[in-house]
């Protein structure tokens, strides 16, 4: 069955962007998990199940390229009807805590730590993909930057209490961590 989302992709890539399929520069990604309490080795945490329960899921497929940047759509199910999600690329792995992911994933990264100059924290330099769940809990996000990983990638994508904020000093902040997917972009 994991086959079956990368086959997708590279039909959508191939008609979408022709001749592109073919290059070897192109990379595709494809995760998924079940959201369980944090137990060494899980892939799919949940820090906060009163947000992101037990038992709920996400699913991320990730495309980048020379030619055509890098695009990422999220699909997540199980989660409270009609509540907005922020959701993010992260630098490392998911742990037992929403901290261990470490903090966005930025093309060009902010010399300043924590990161809230939208200068760097913006939805070009990062990979946002919020959300808004449907009457169901399931919620959809596609993001699309025109670059594309190197040998410096993200490893995590987090699910957080709120949408991101834009201004500055609060720019790429979307509140607490609720729930990280290993990604191996």
């Known amino acids: 069955m994991r086959l079956l989302p990368s086959v997708v992709v590279a039909a959508a890539l191939a008609v979408l962007v022709p001749g592109v399929a073919a290059a070897s520069s ?11 309490a944090y137990a060494p080795g899980a892939h799919a945490v949940t820090y906060r199940p009163d947000l992101v329960p037990a038992g709920a899921r996400a ?5 980048s390229g020379a030619h ?8 997540v199910t ?3 009807p009609g509540h907005s999600y ?3 690329a992260h630098a490392r792995p998911c742990g037992a805590t929403g901290d261990a992911a470490g903090p966005h994933f930025q093309h060009v990264p902010d010399p300043v730590k924590p990161s809230v100059d939208p200068a760097y924290a913006n939805p070009r330099n990062e990979i946002w ?3 808004t769940t449907d009457r169901l809990g399931t919620g959809f996000a596609r993001s699309t930057v025109d670059w594309k990983f190197d040998a410096r990638r993200a490893g995590s ?3 957080h209490e ?5 201004e500055p000093g609060h720019a790429g902040t979307a509140g607490a961590r609720l729930a990280c997917l290993d990604v191996a972009f």
Do not use: M, Y
Not at 26 to 36: D, E, K, Q, S
Not at 68 to 75: D, E, K, P, R, Y
């Open 86 to 88: 922020g959701a993010h």
């Open 59 to 63: 699913h991320v497929f990730s495309l």
């Open 129 to 131: 993909l919020d959300f």
């Open 78 to 80: 199980g989660l409270p």
């Open 157 to 159: 994508v987090v699910l």
């Open 26 to 36: 192109v990379h595709t990604t494809t995760a998924g998990g079940t959201f369980t």
């Open 68 to 75: 055509a940047g890098t695009t990422t759509s999220l699909v």
């Open 162 to 166: 709120t949408h991101t904020h834009t």
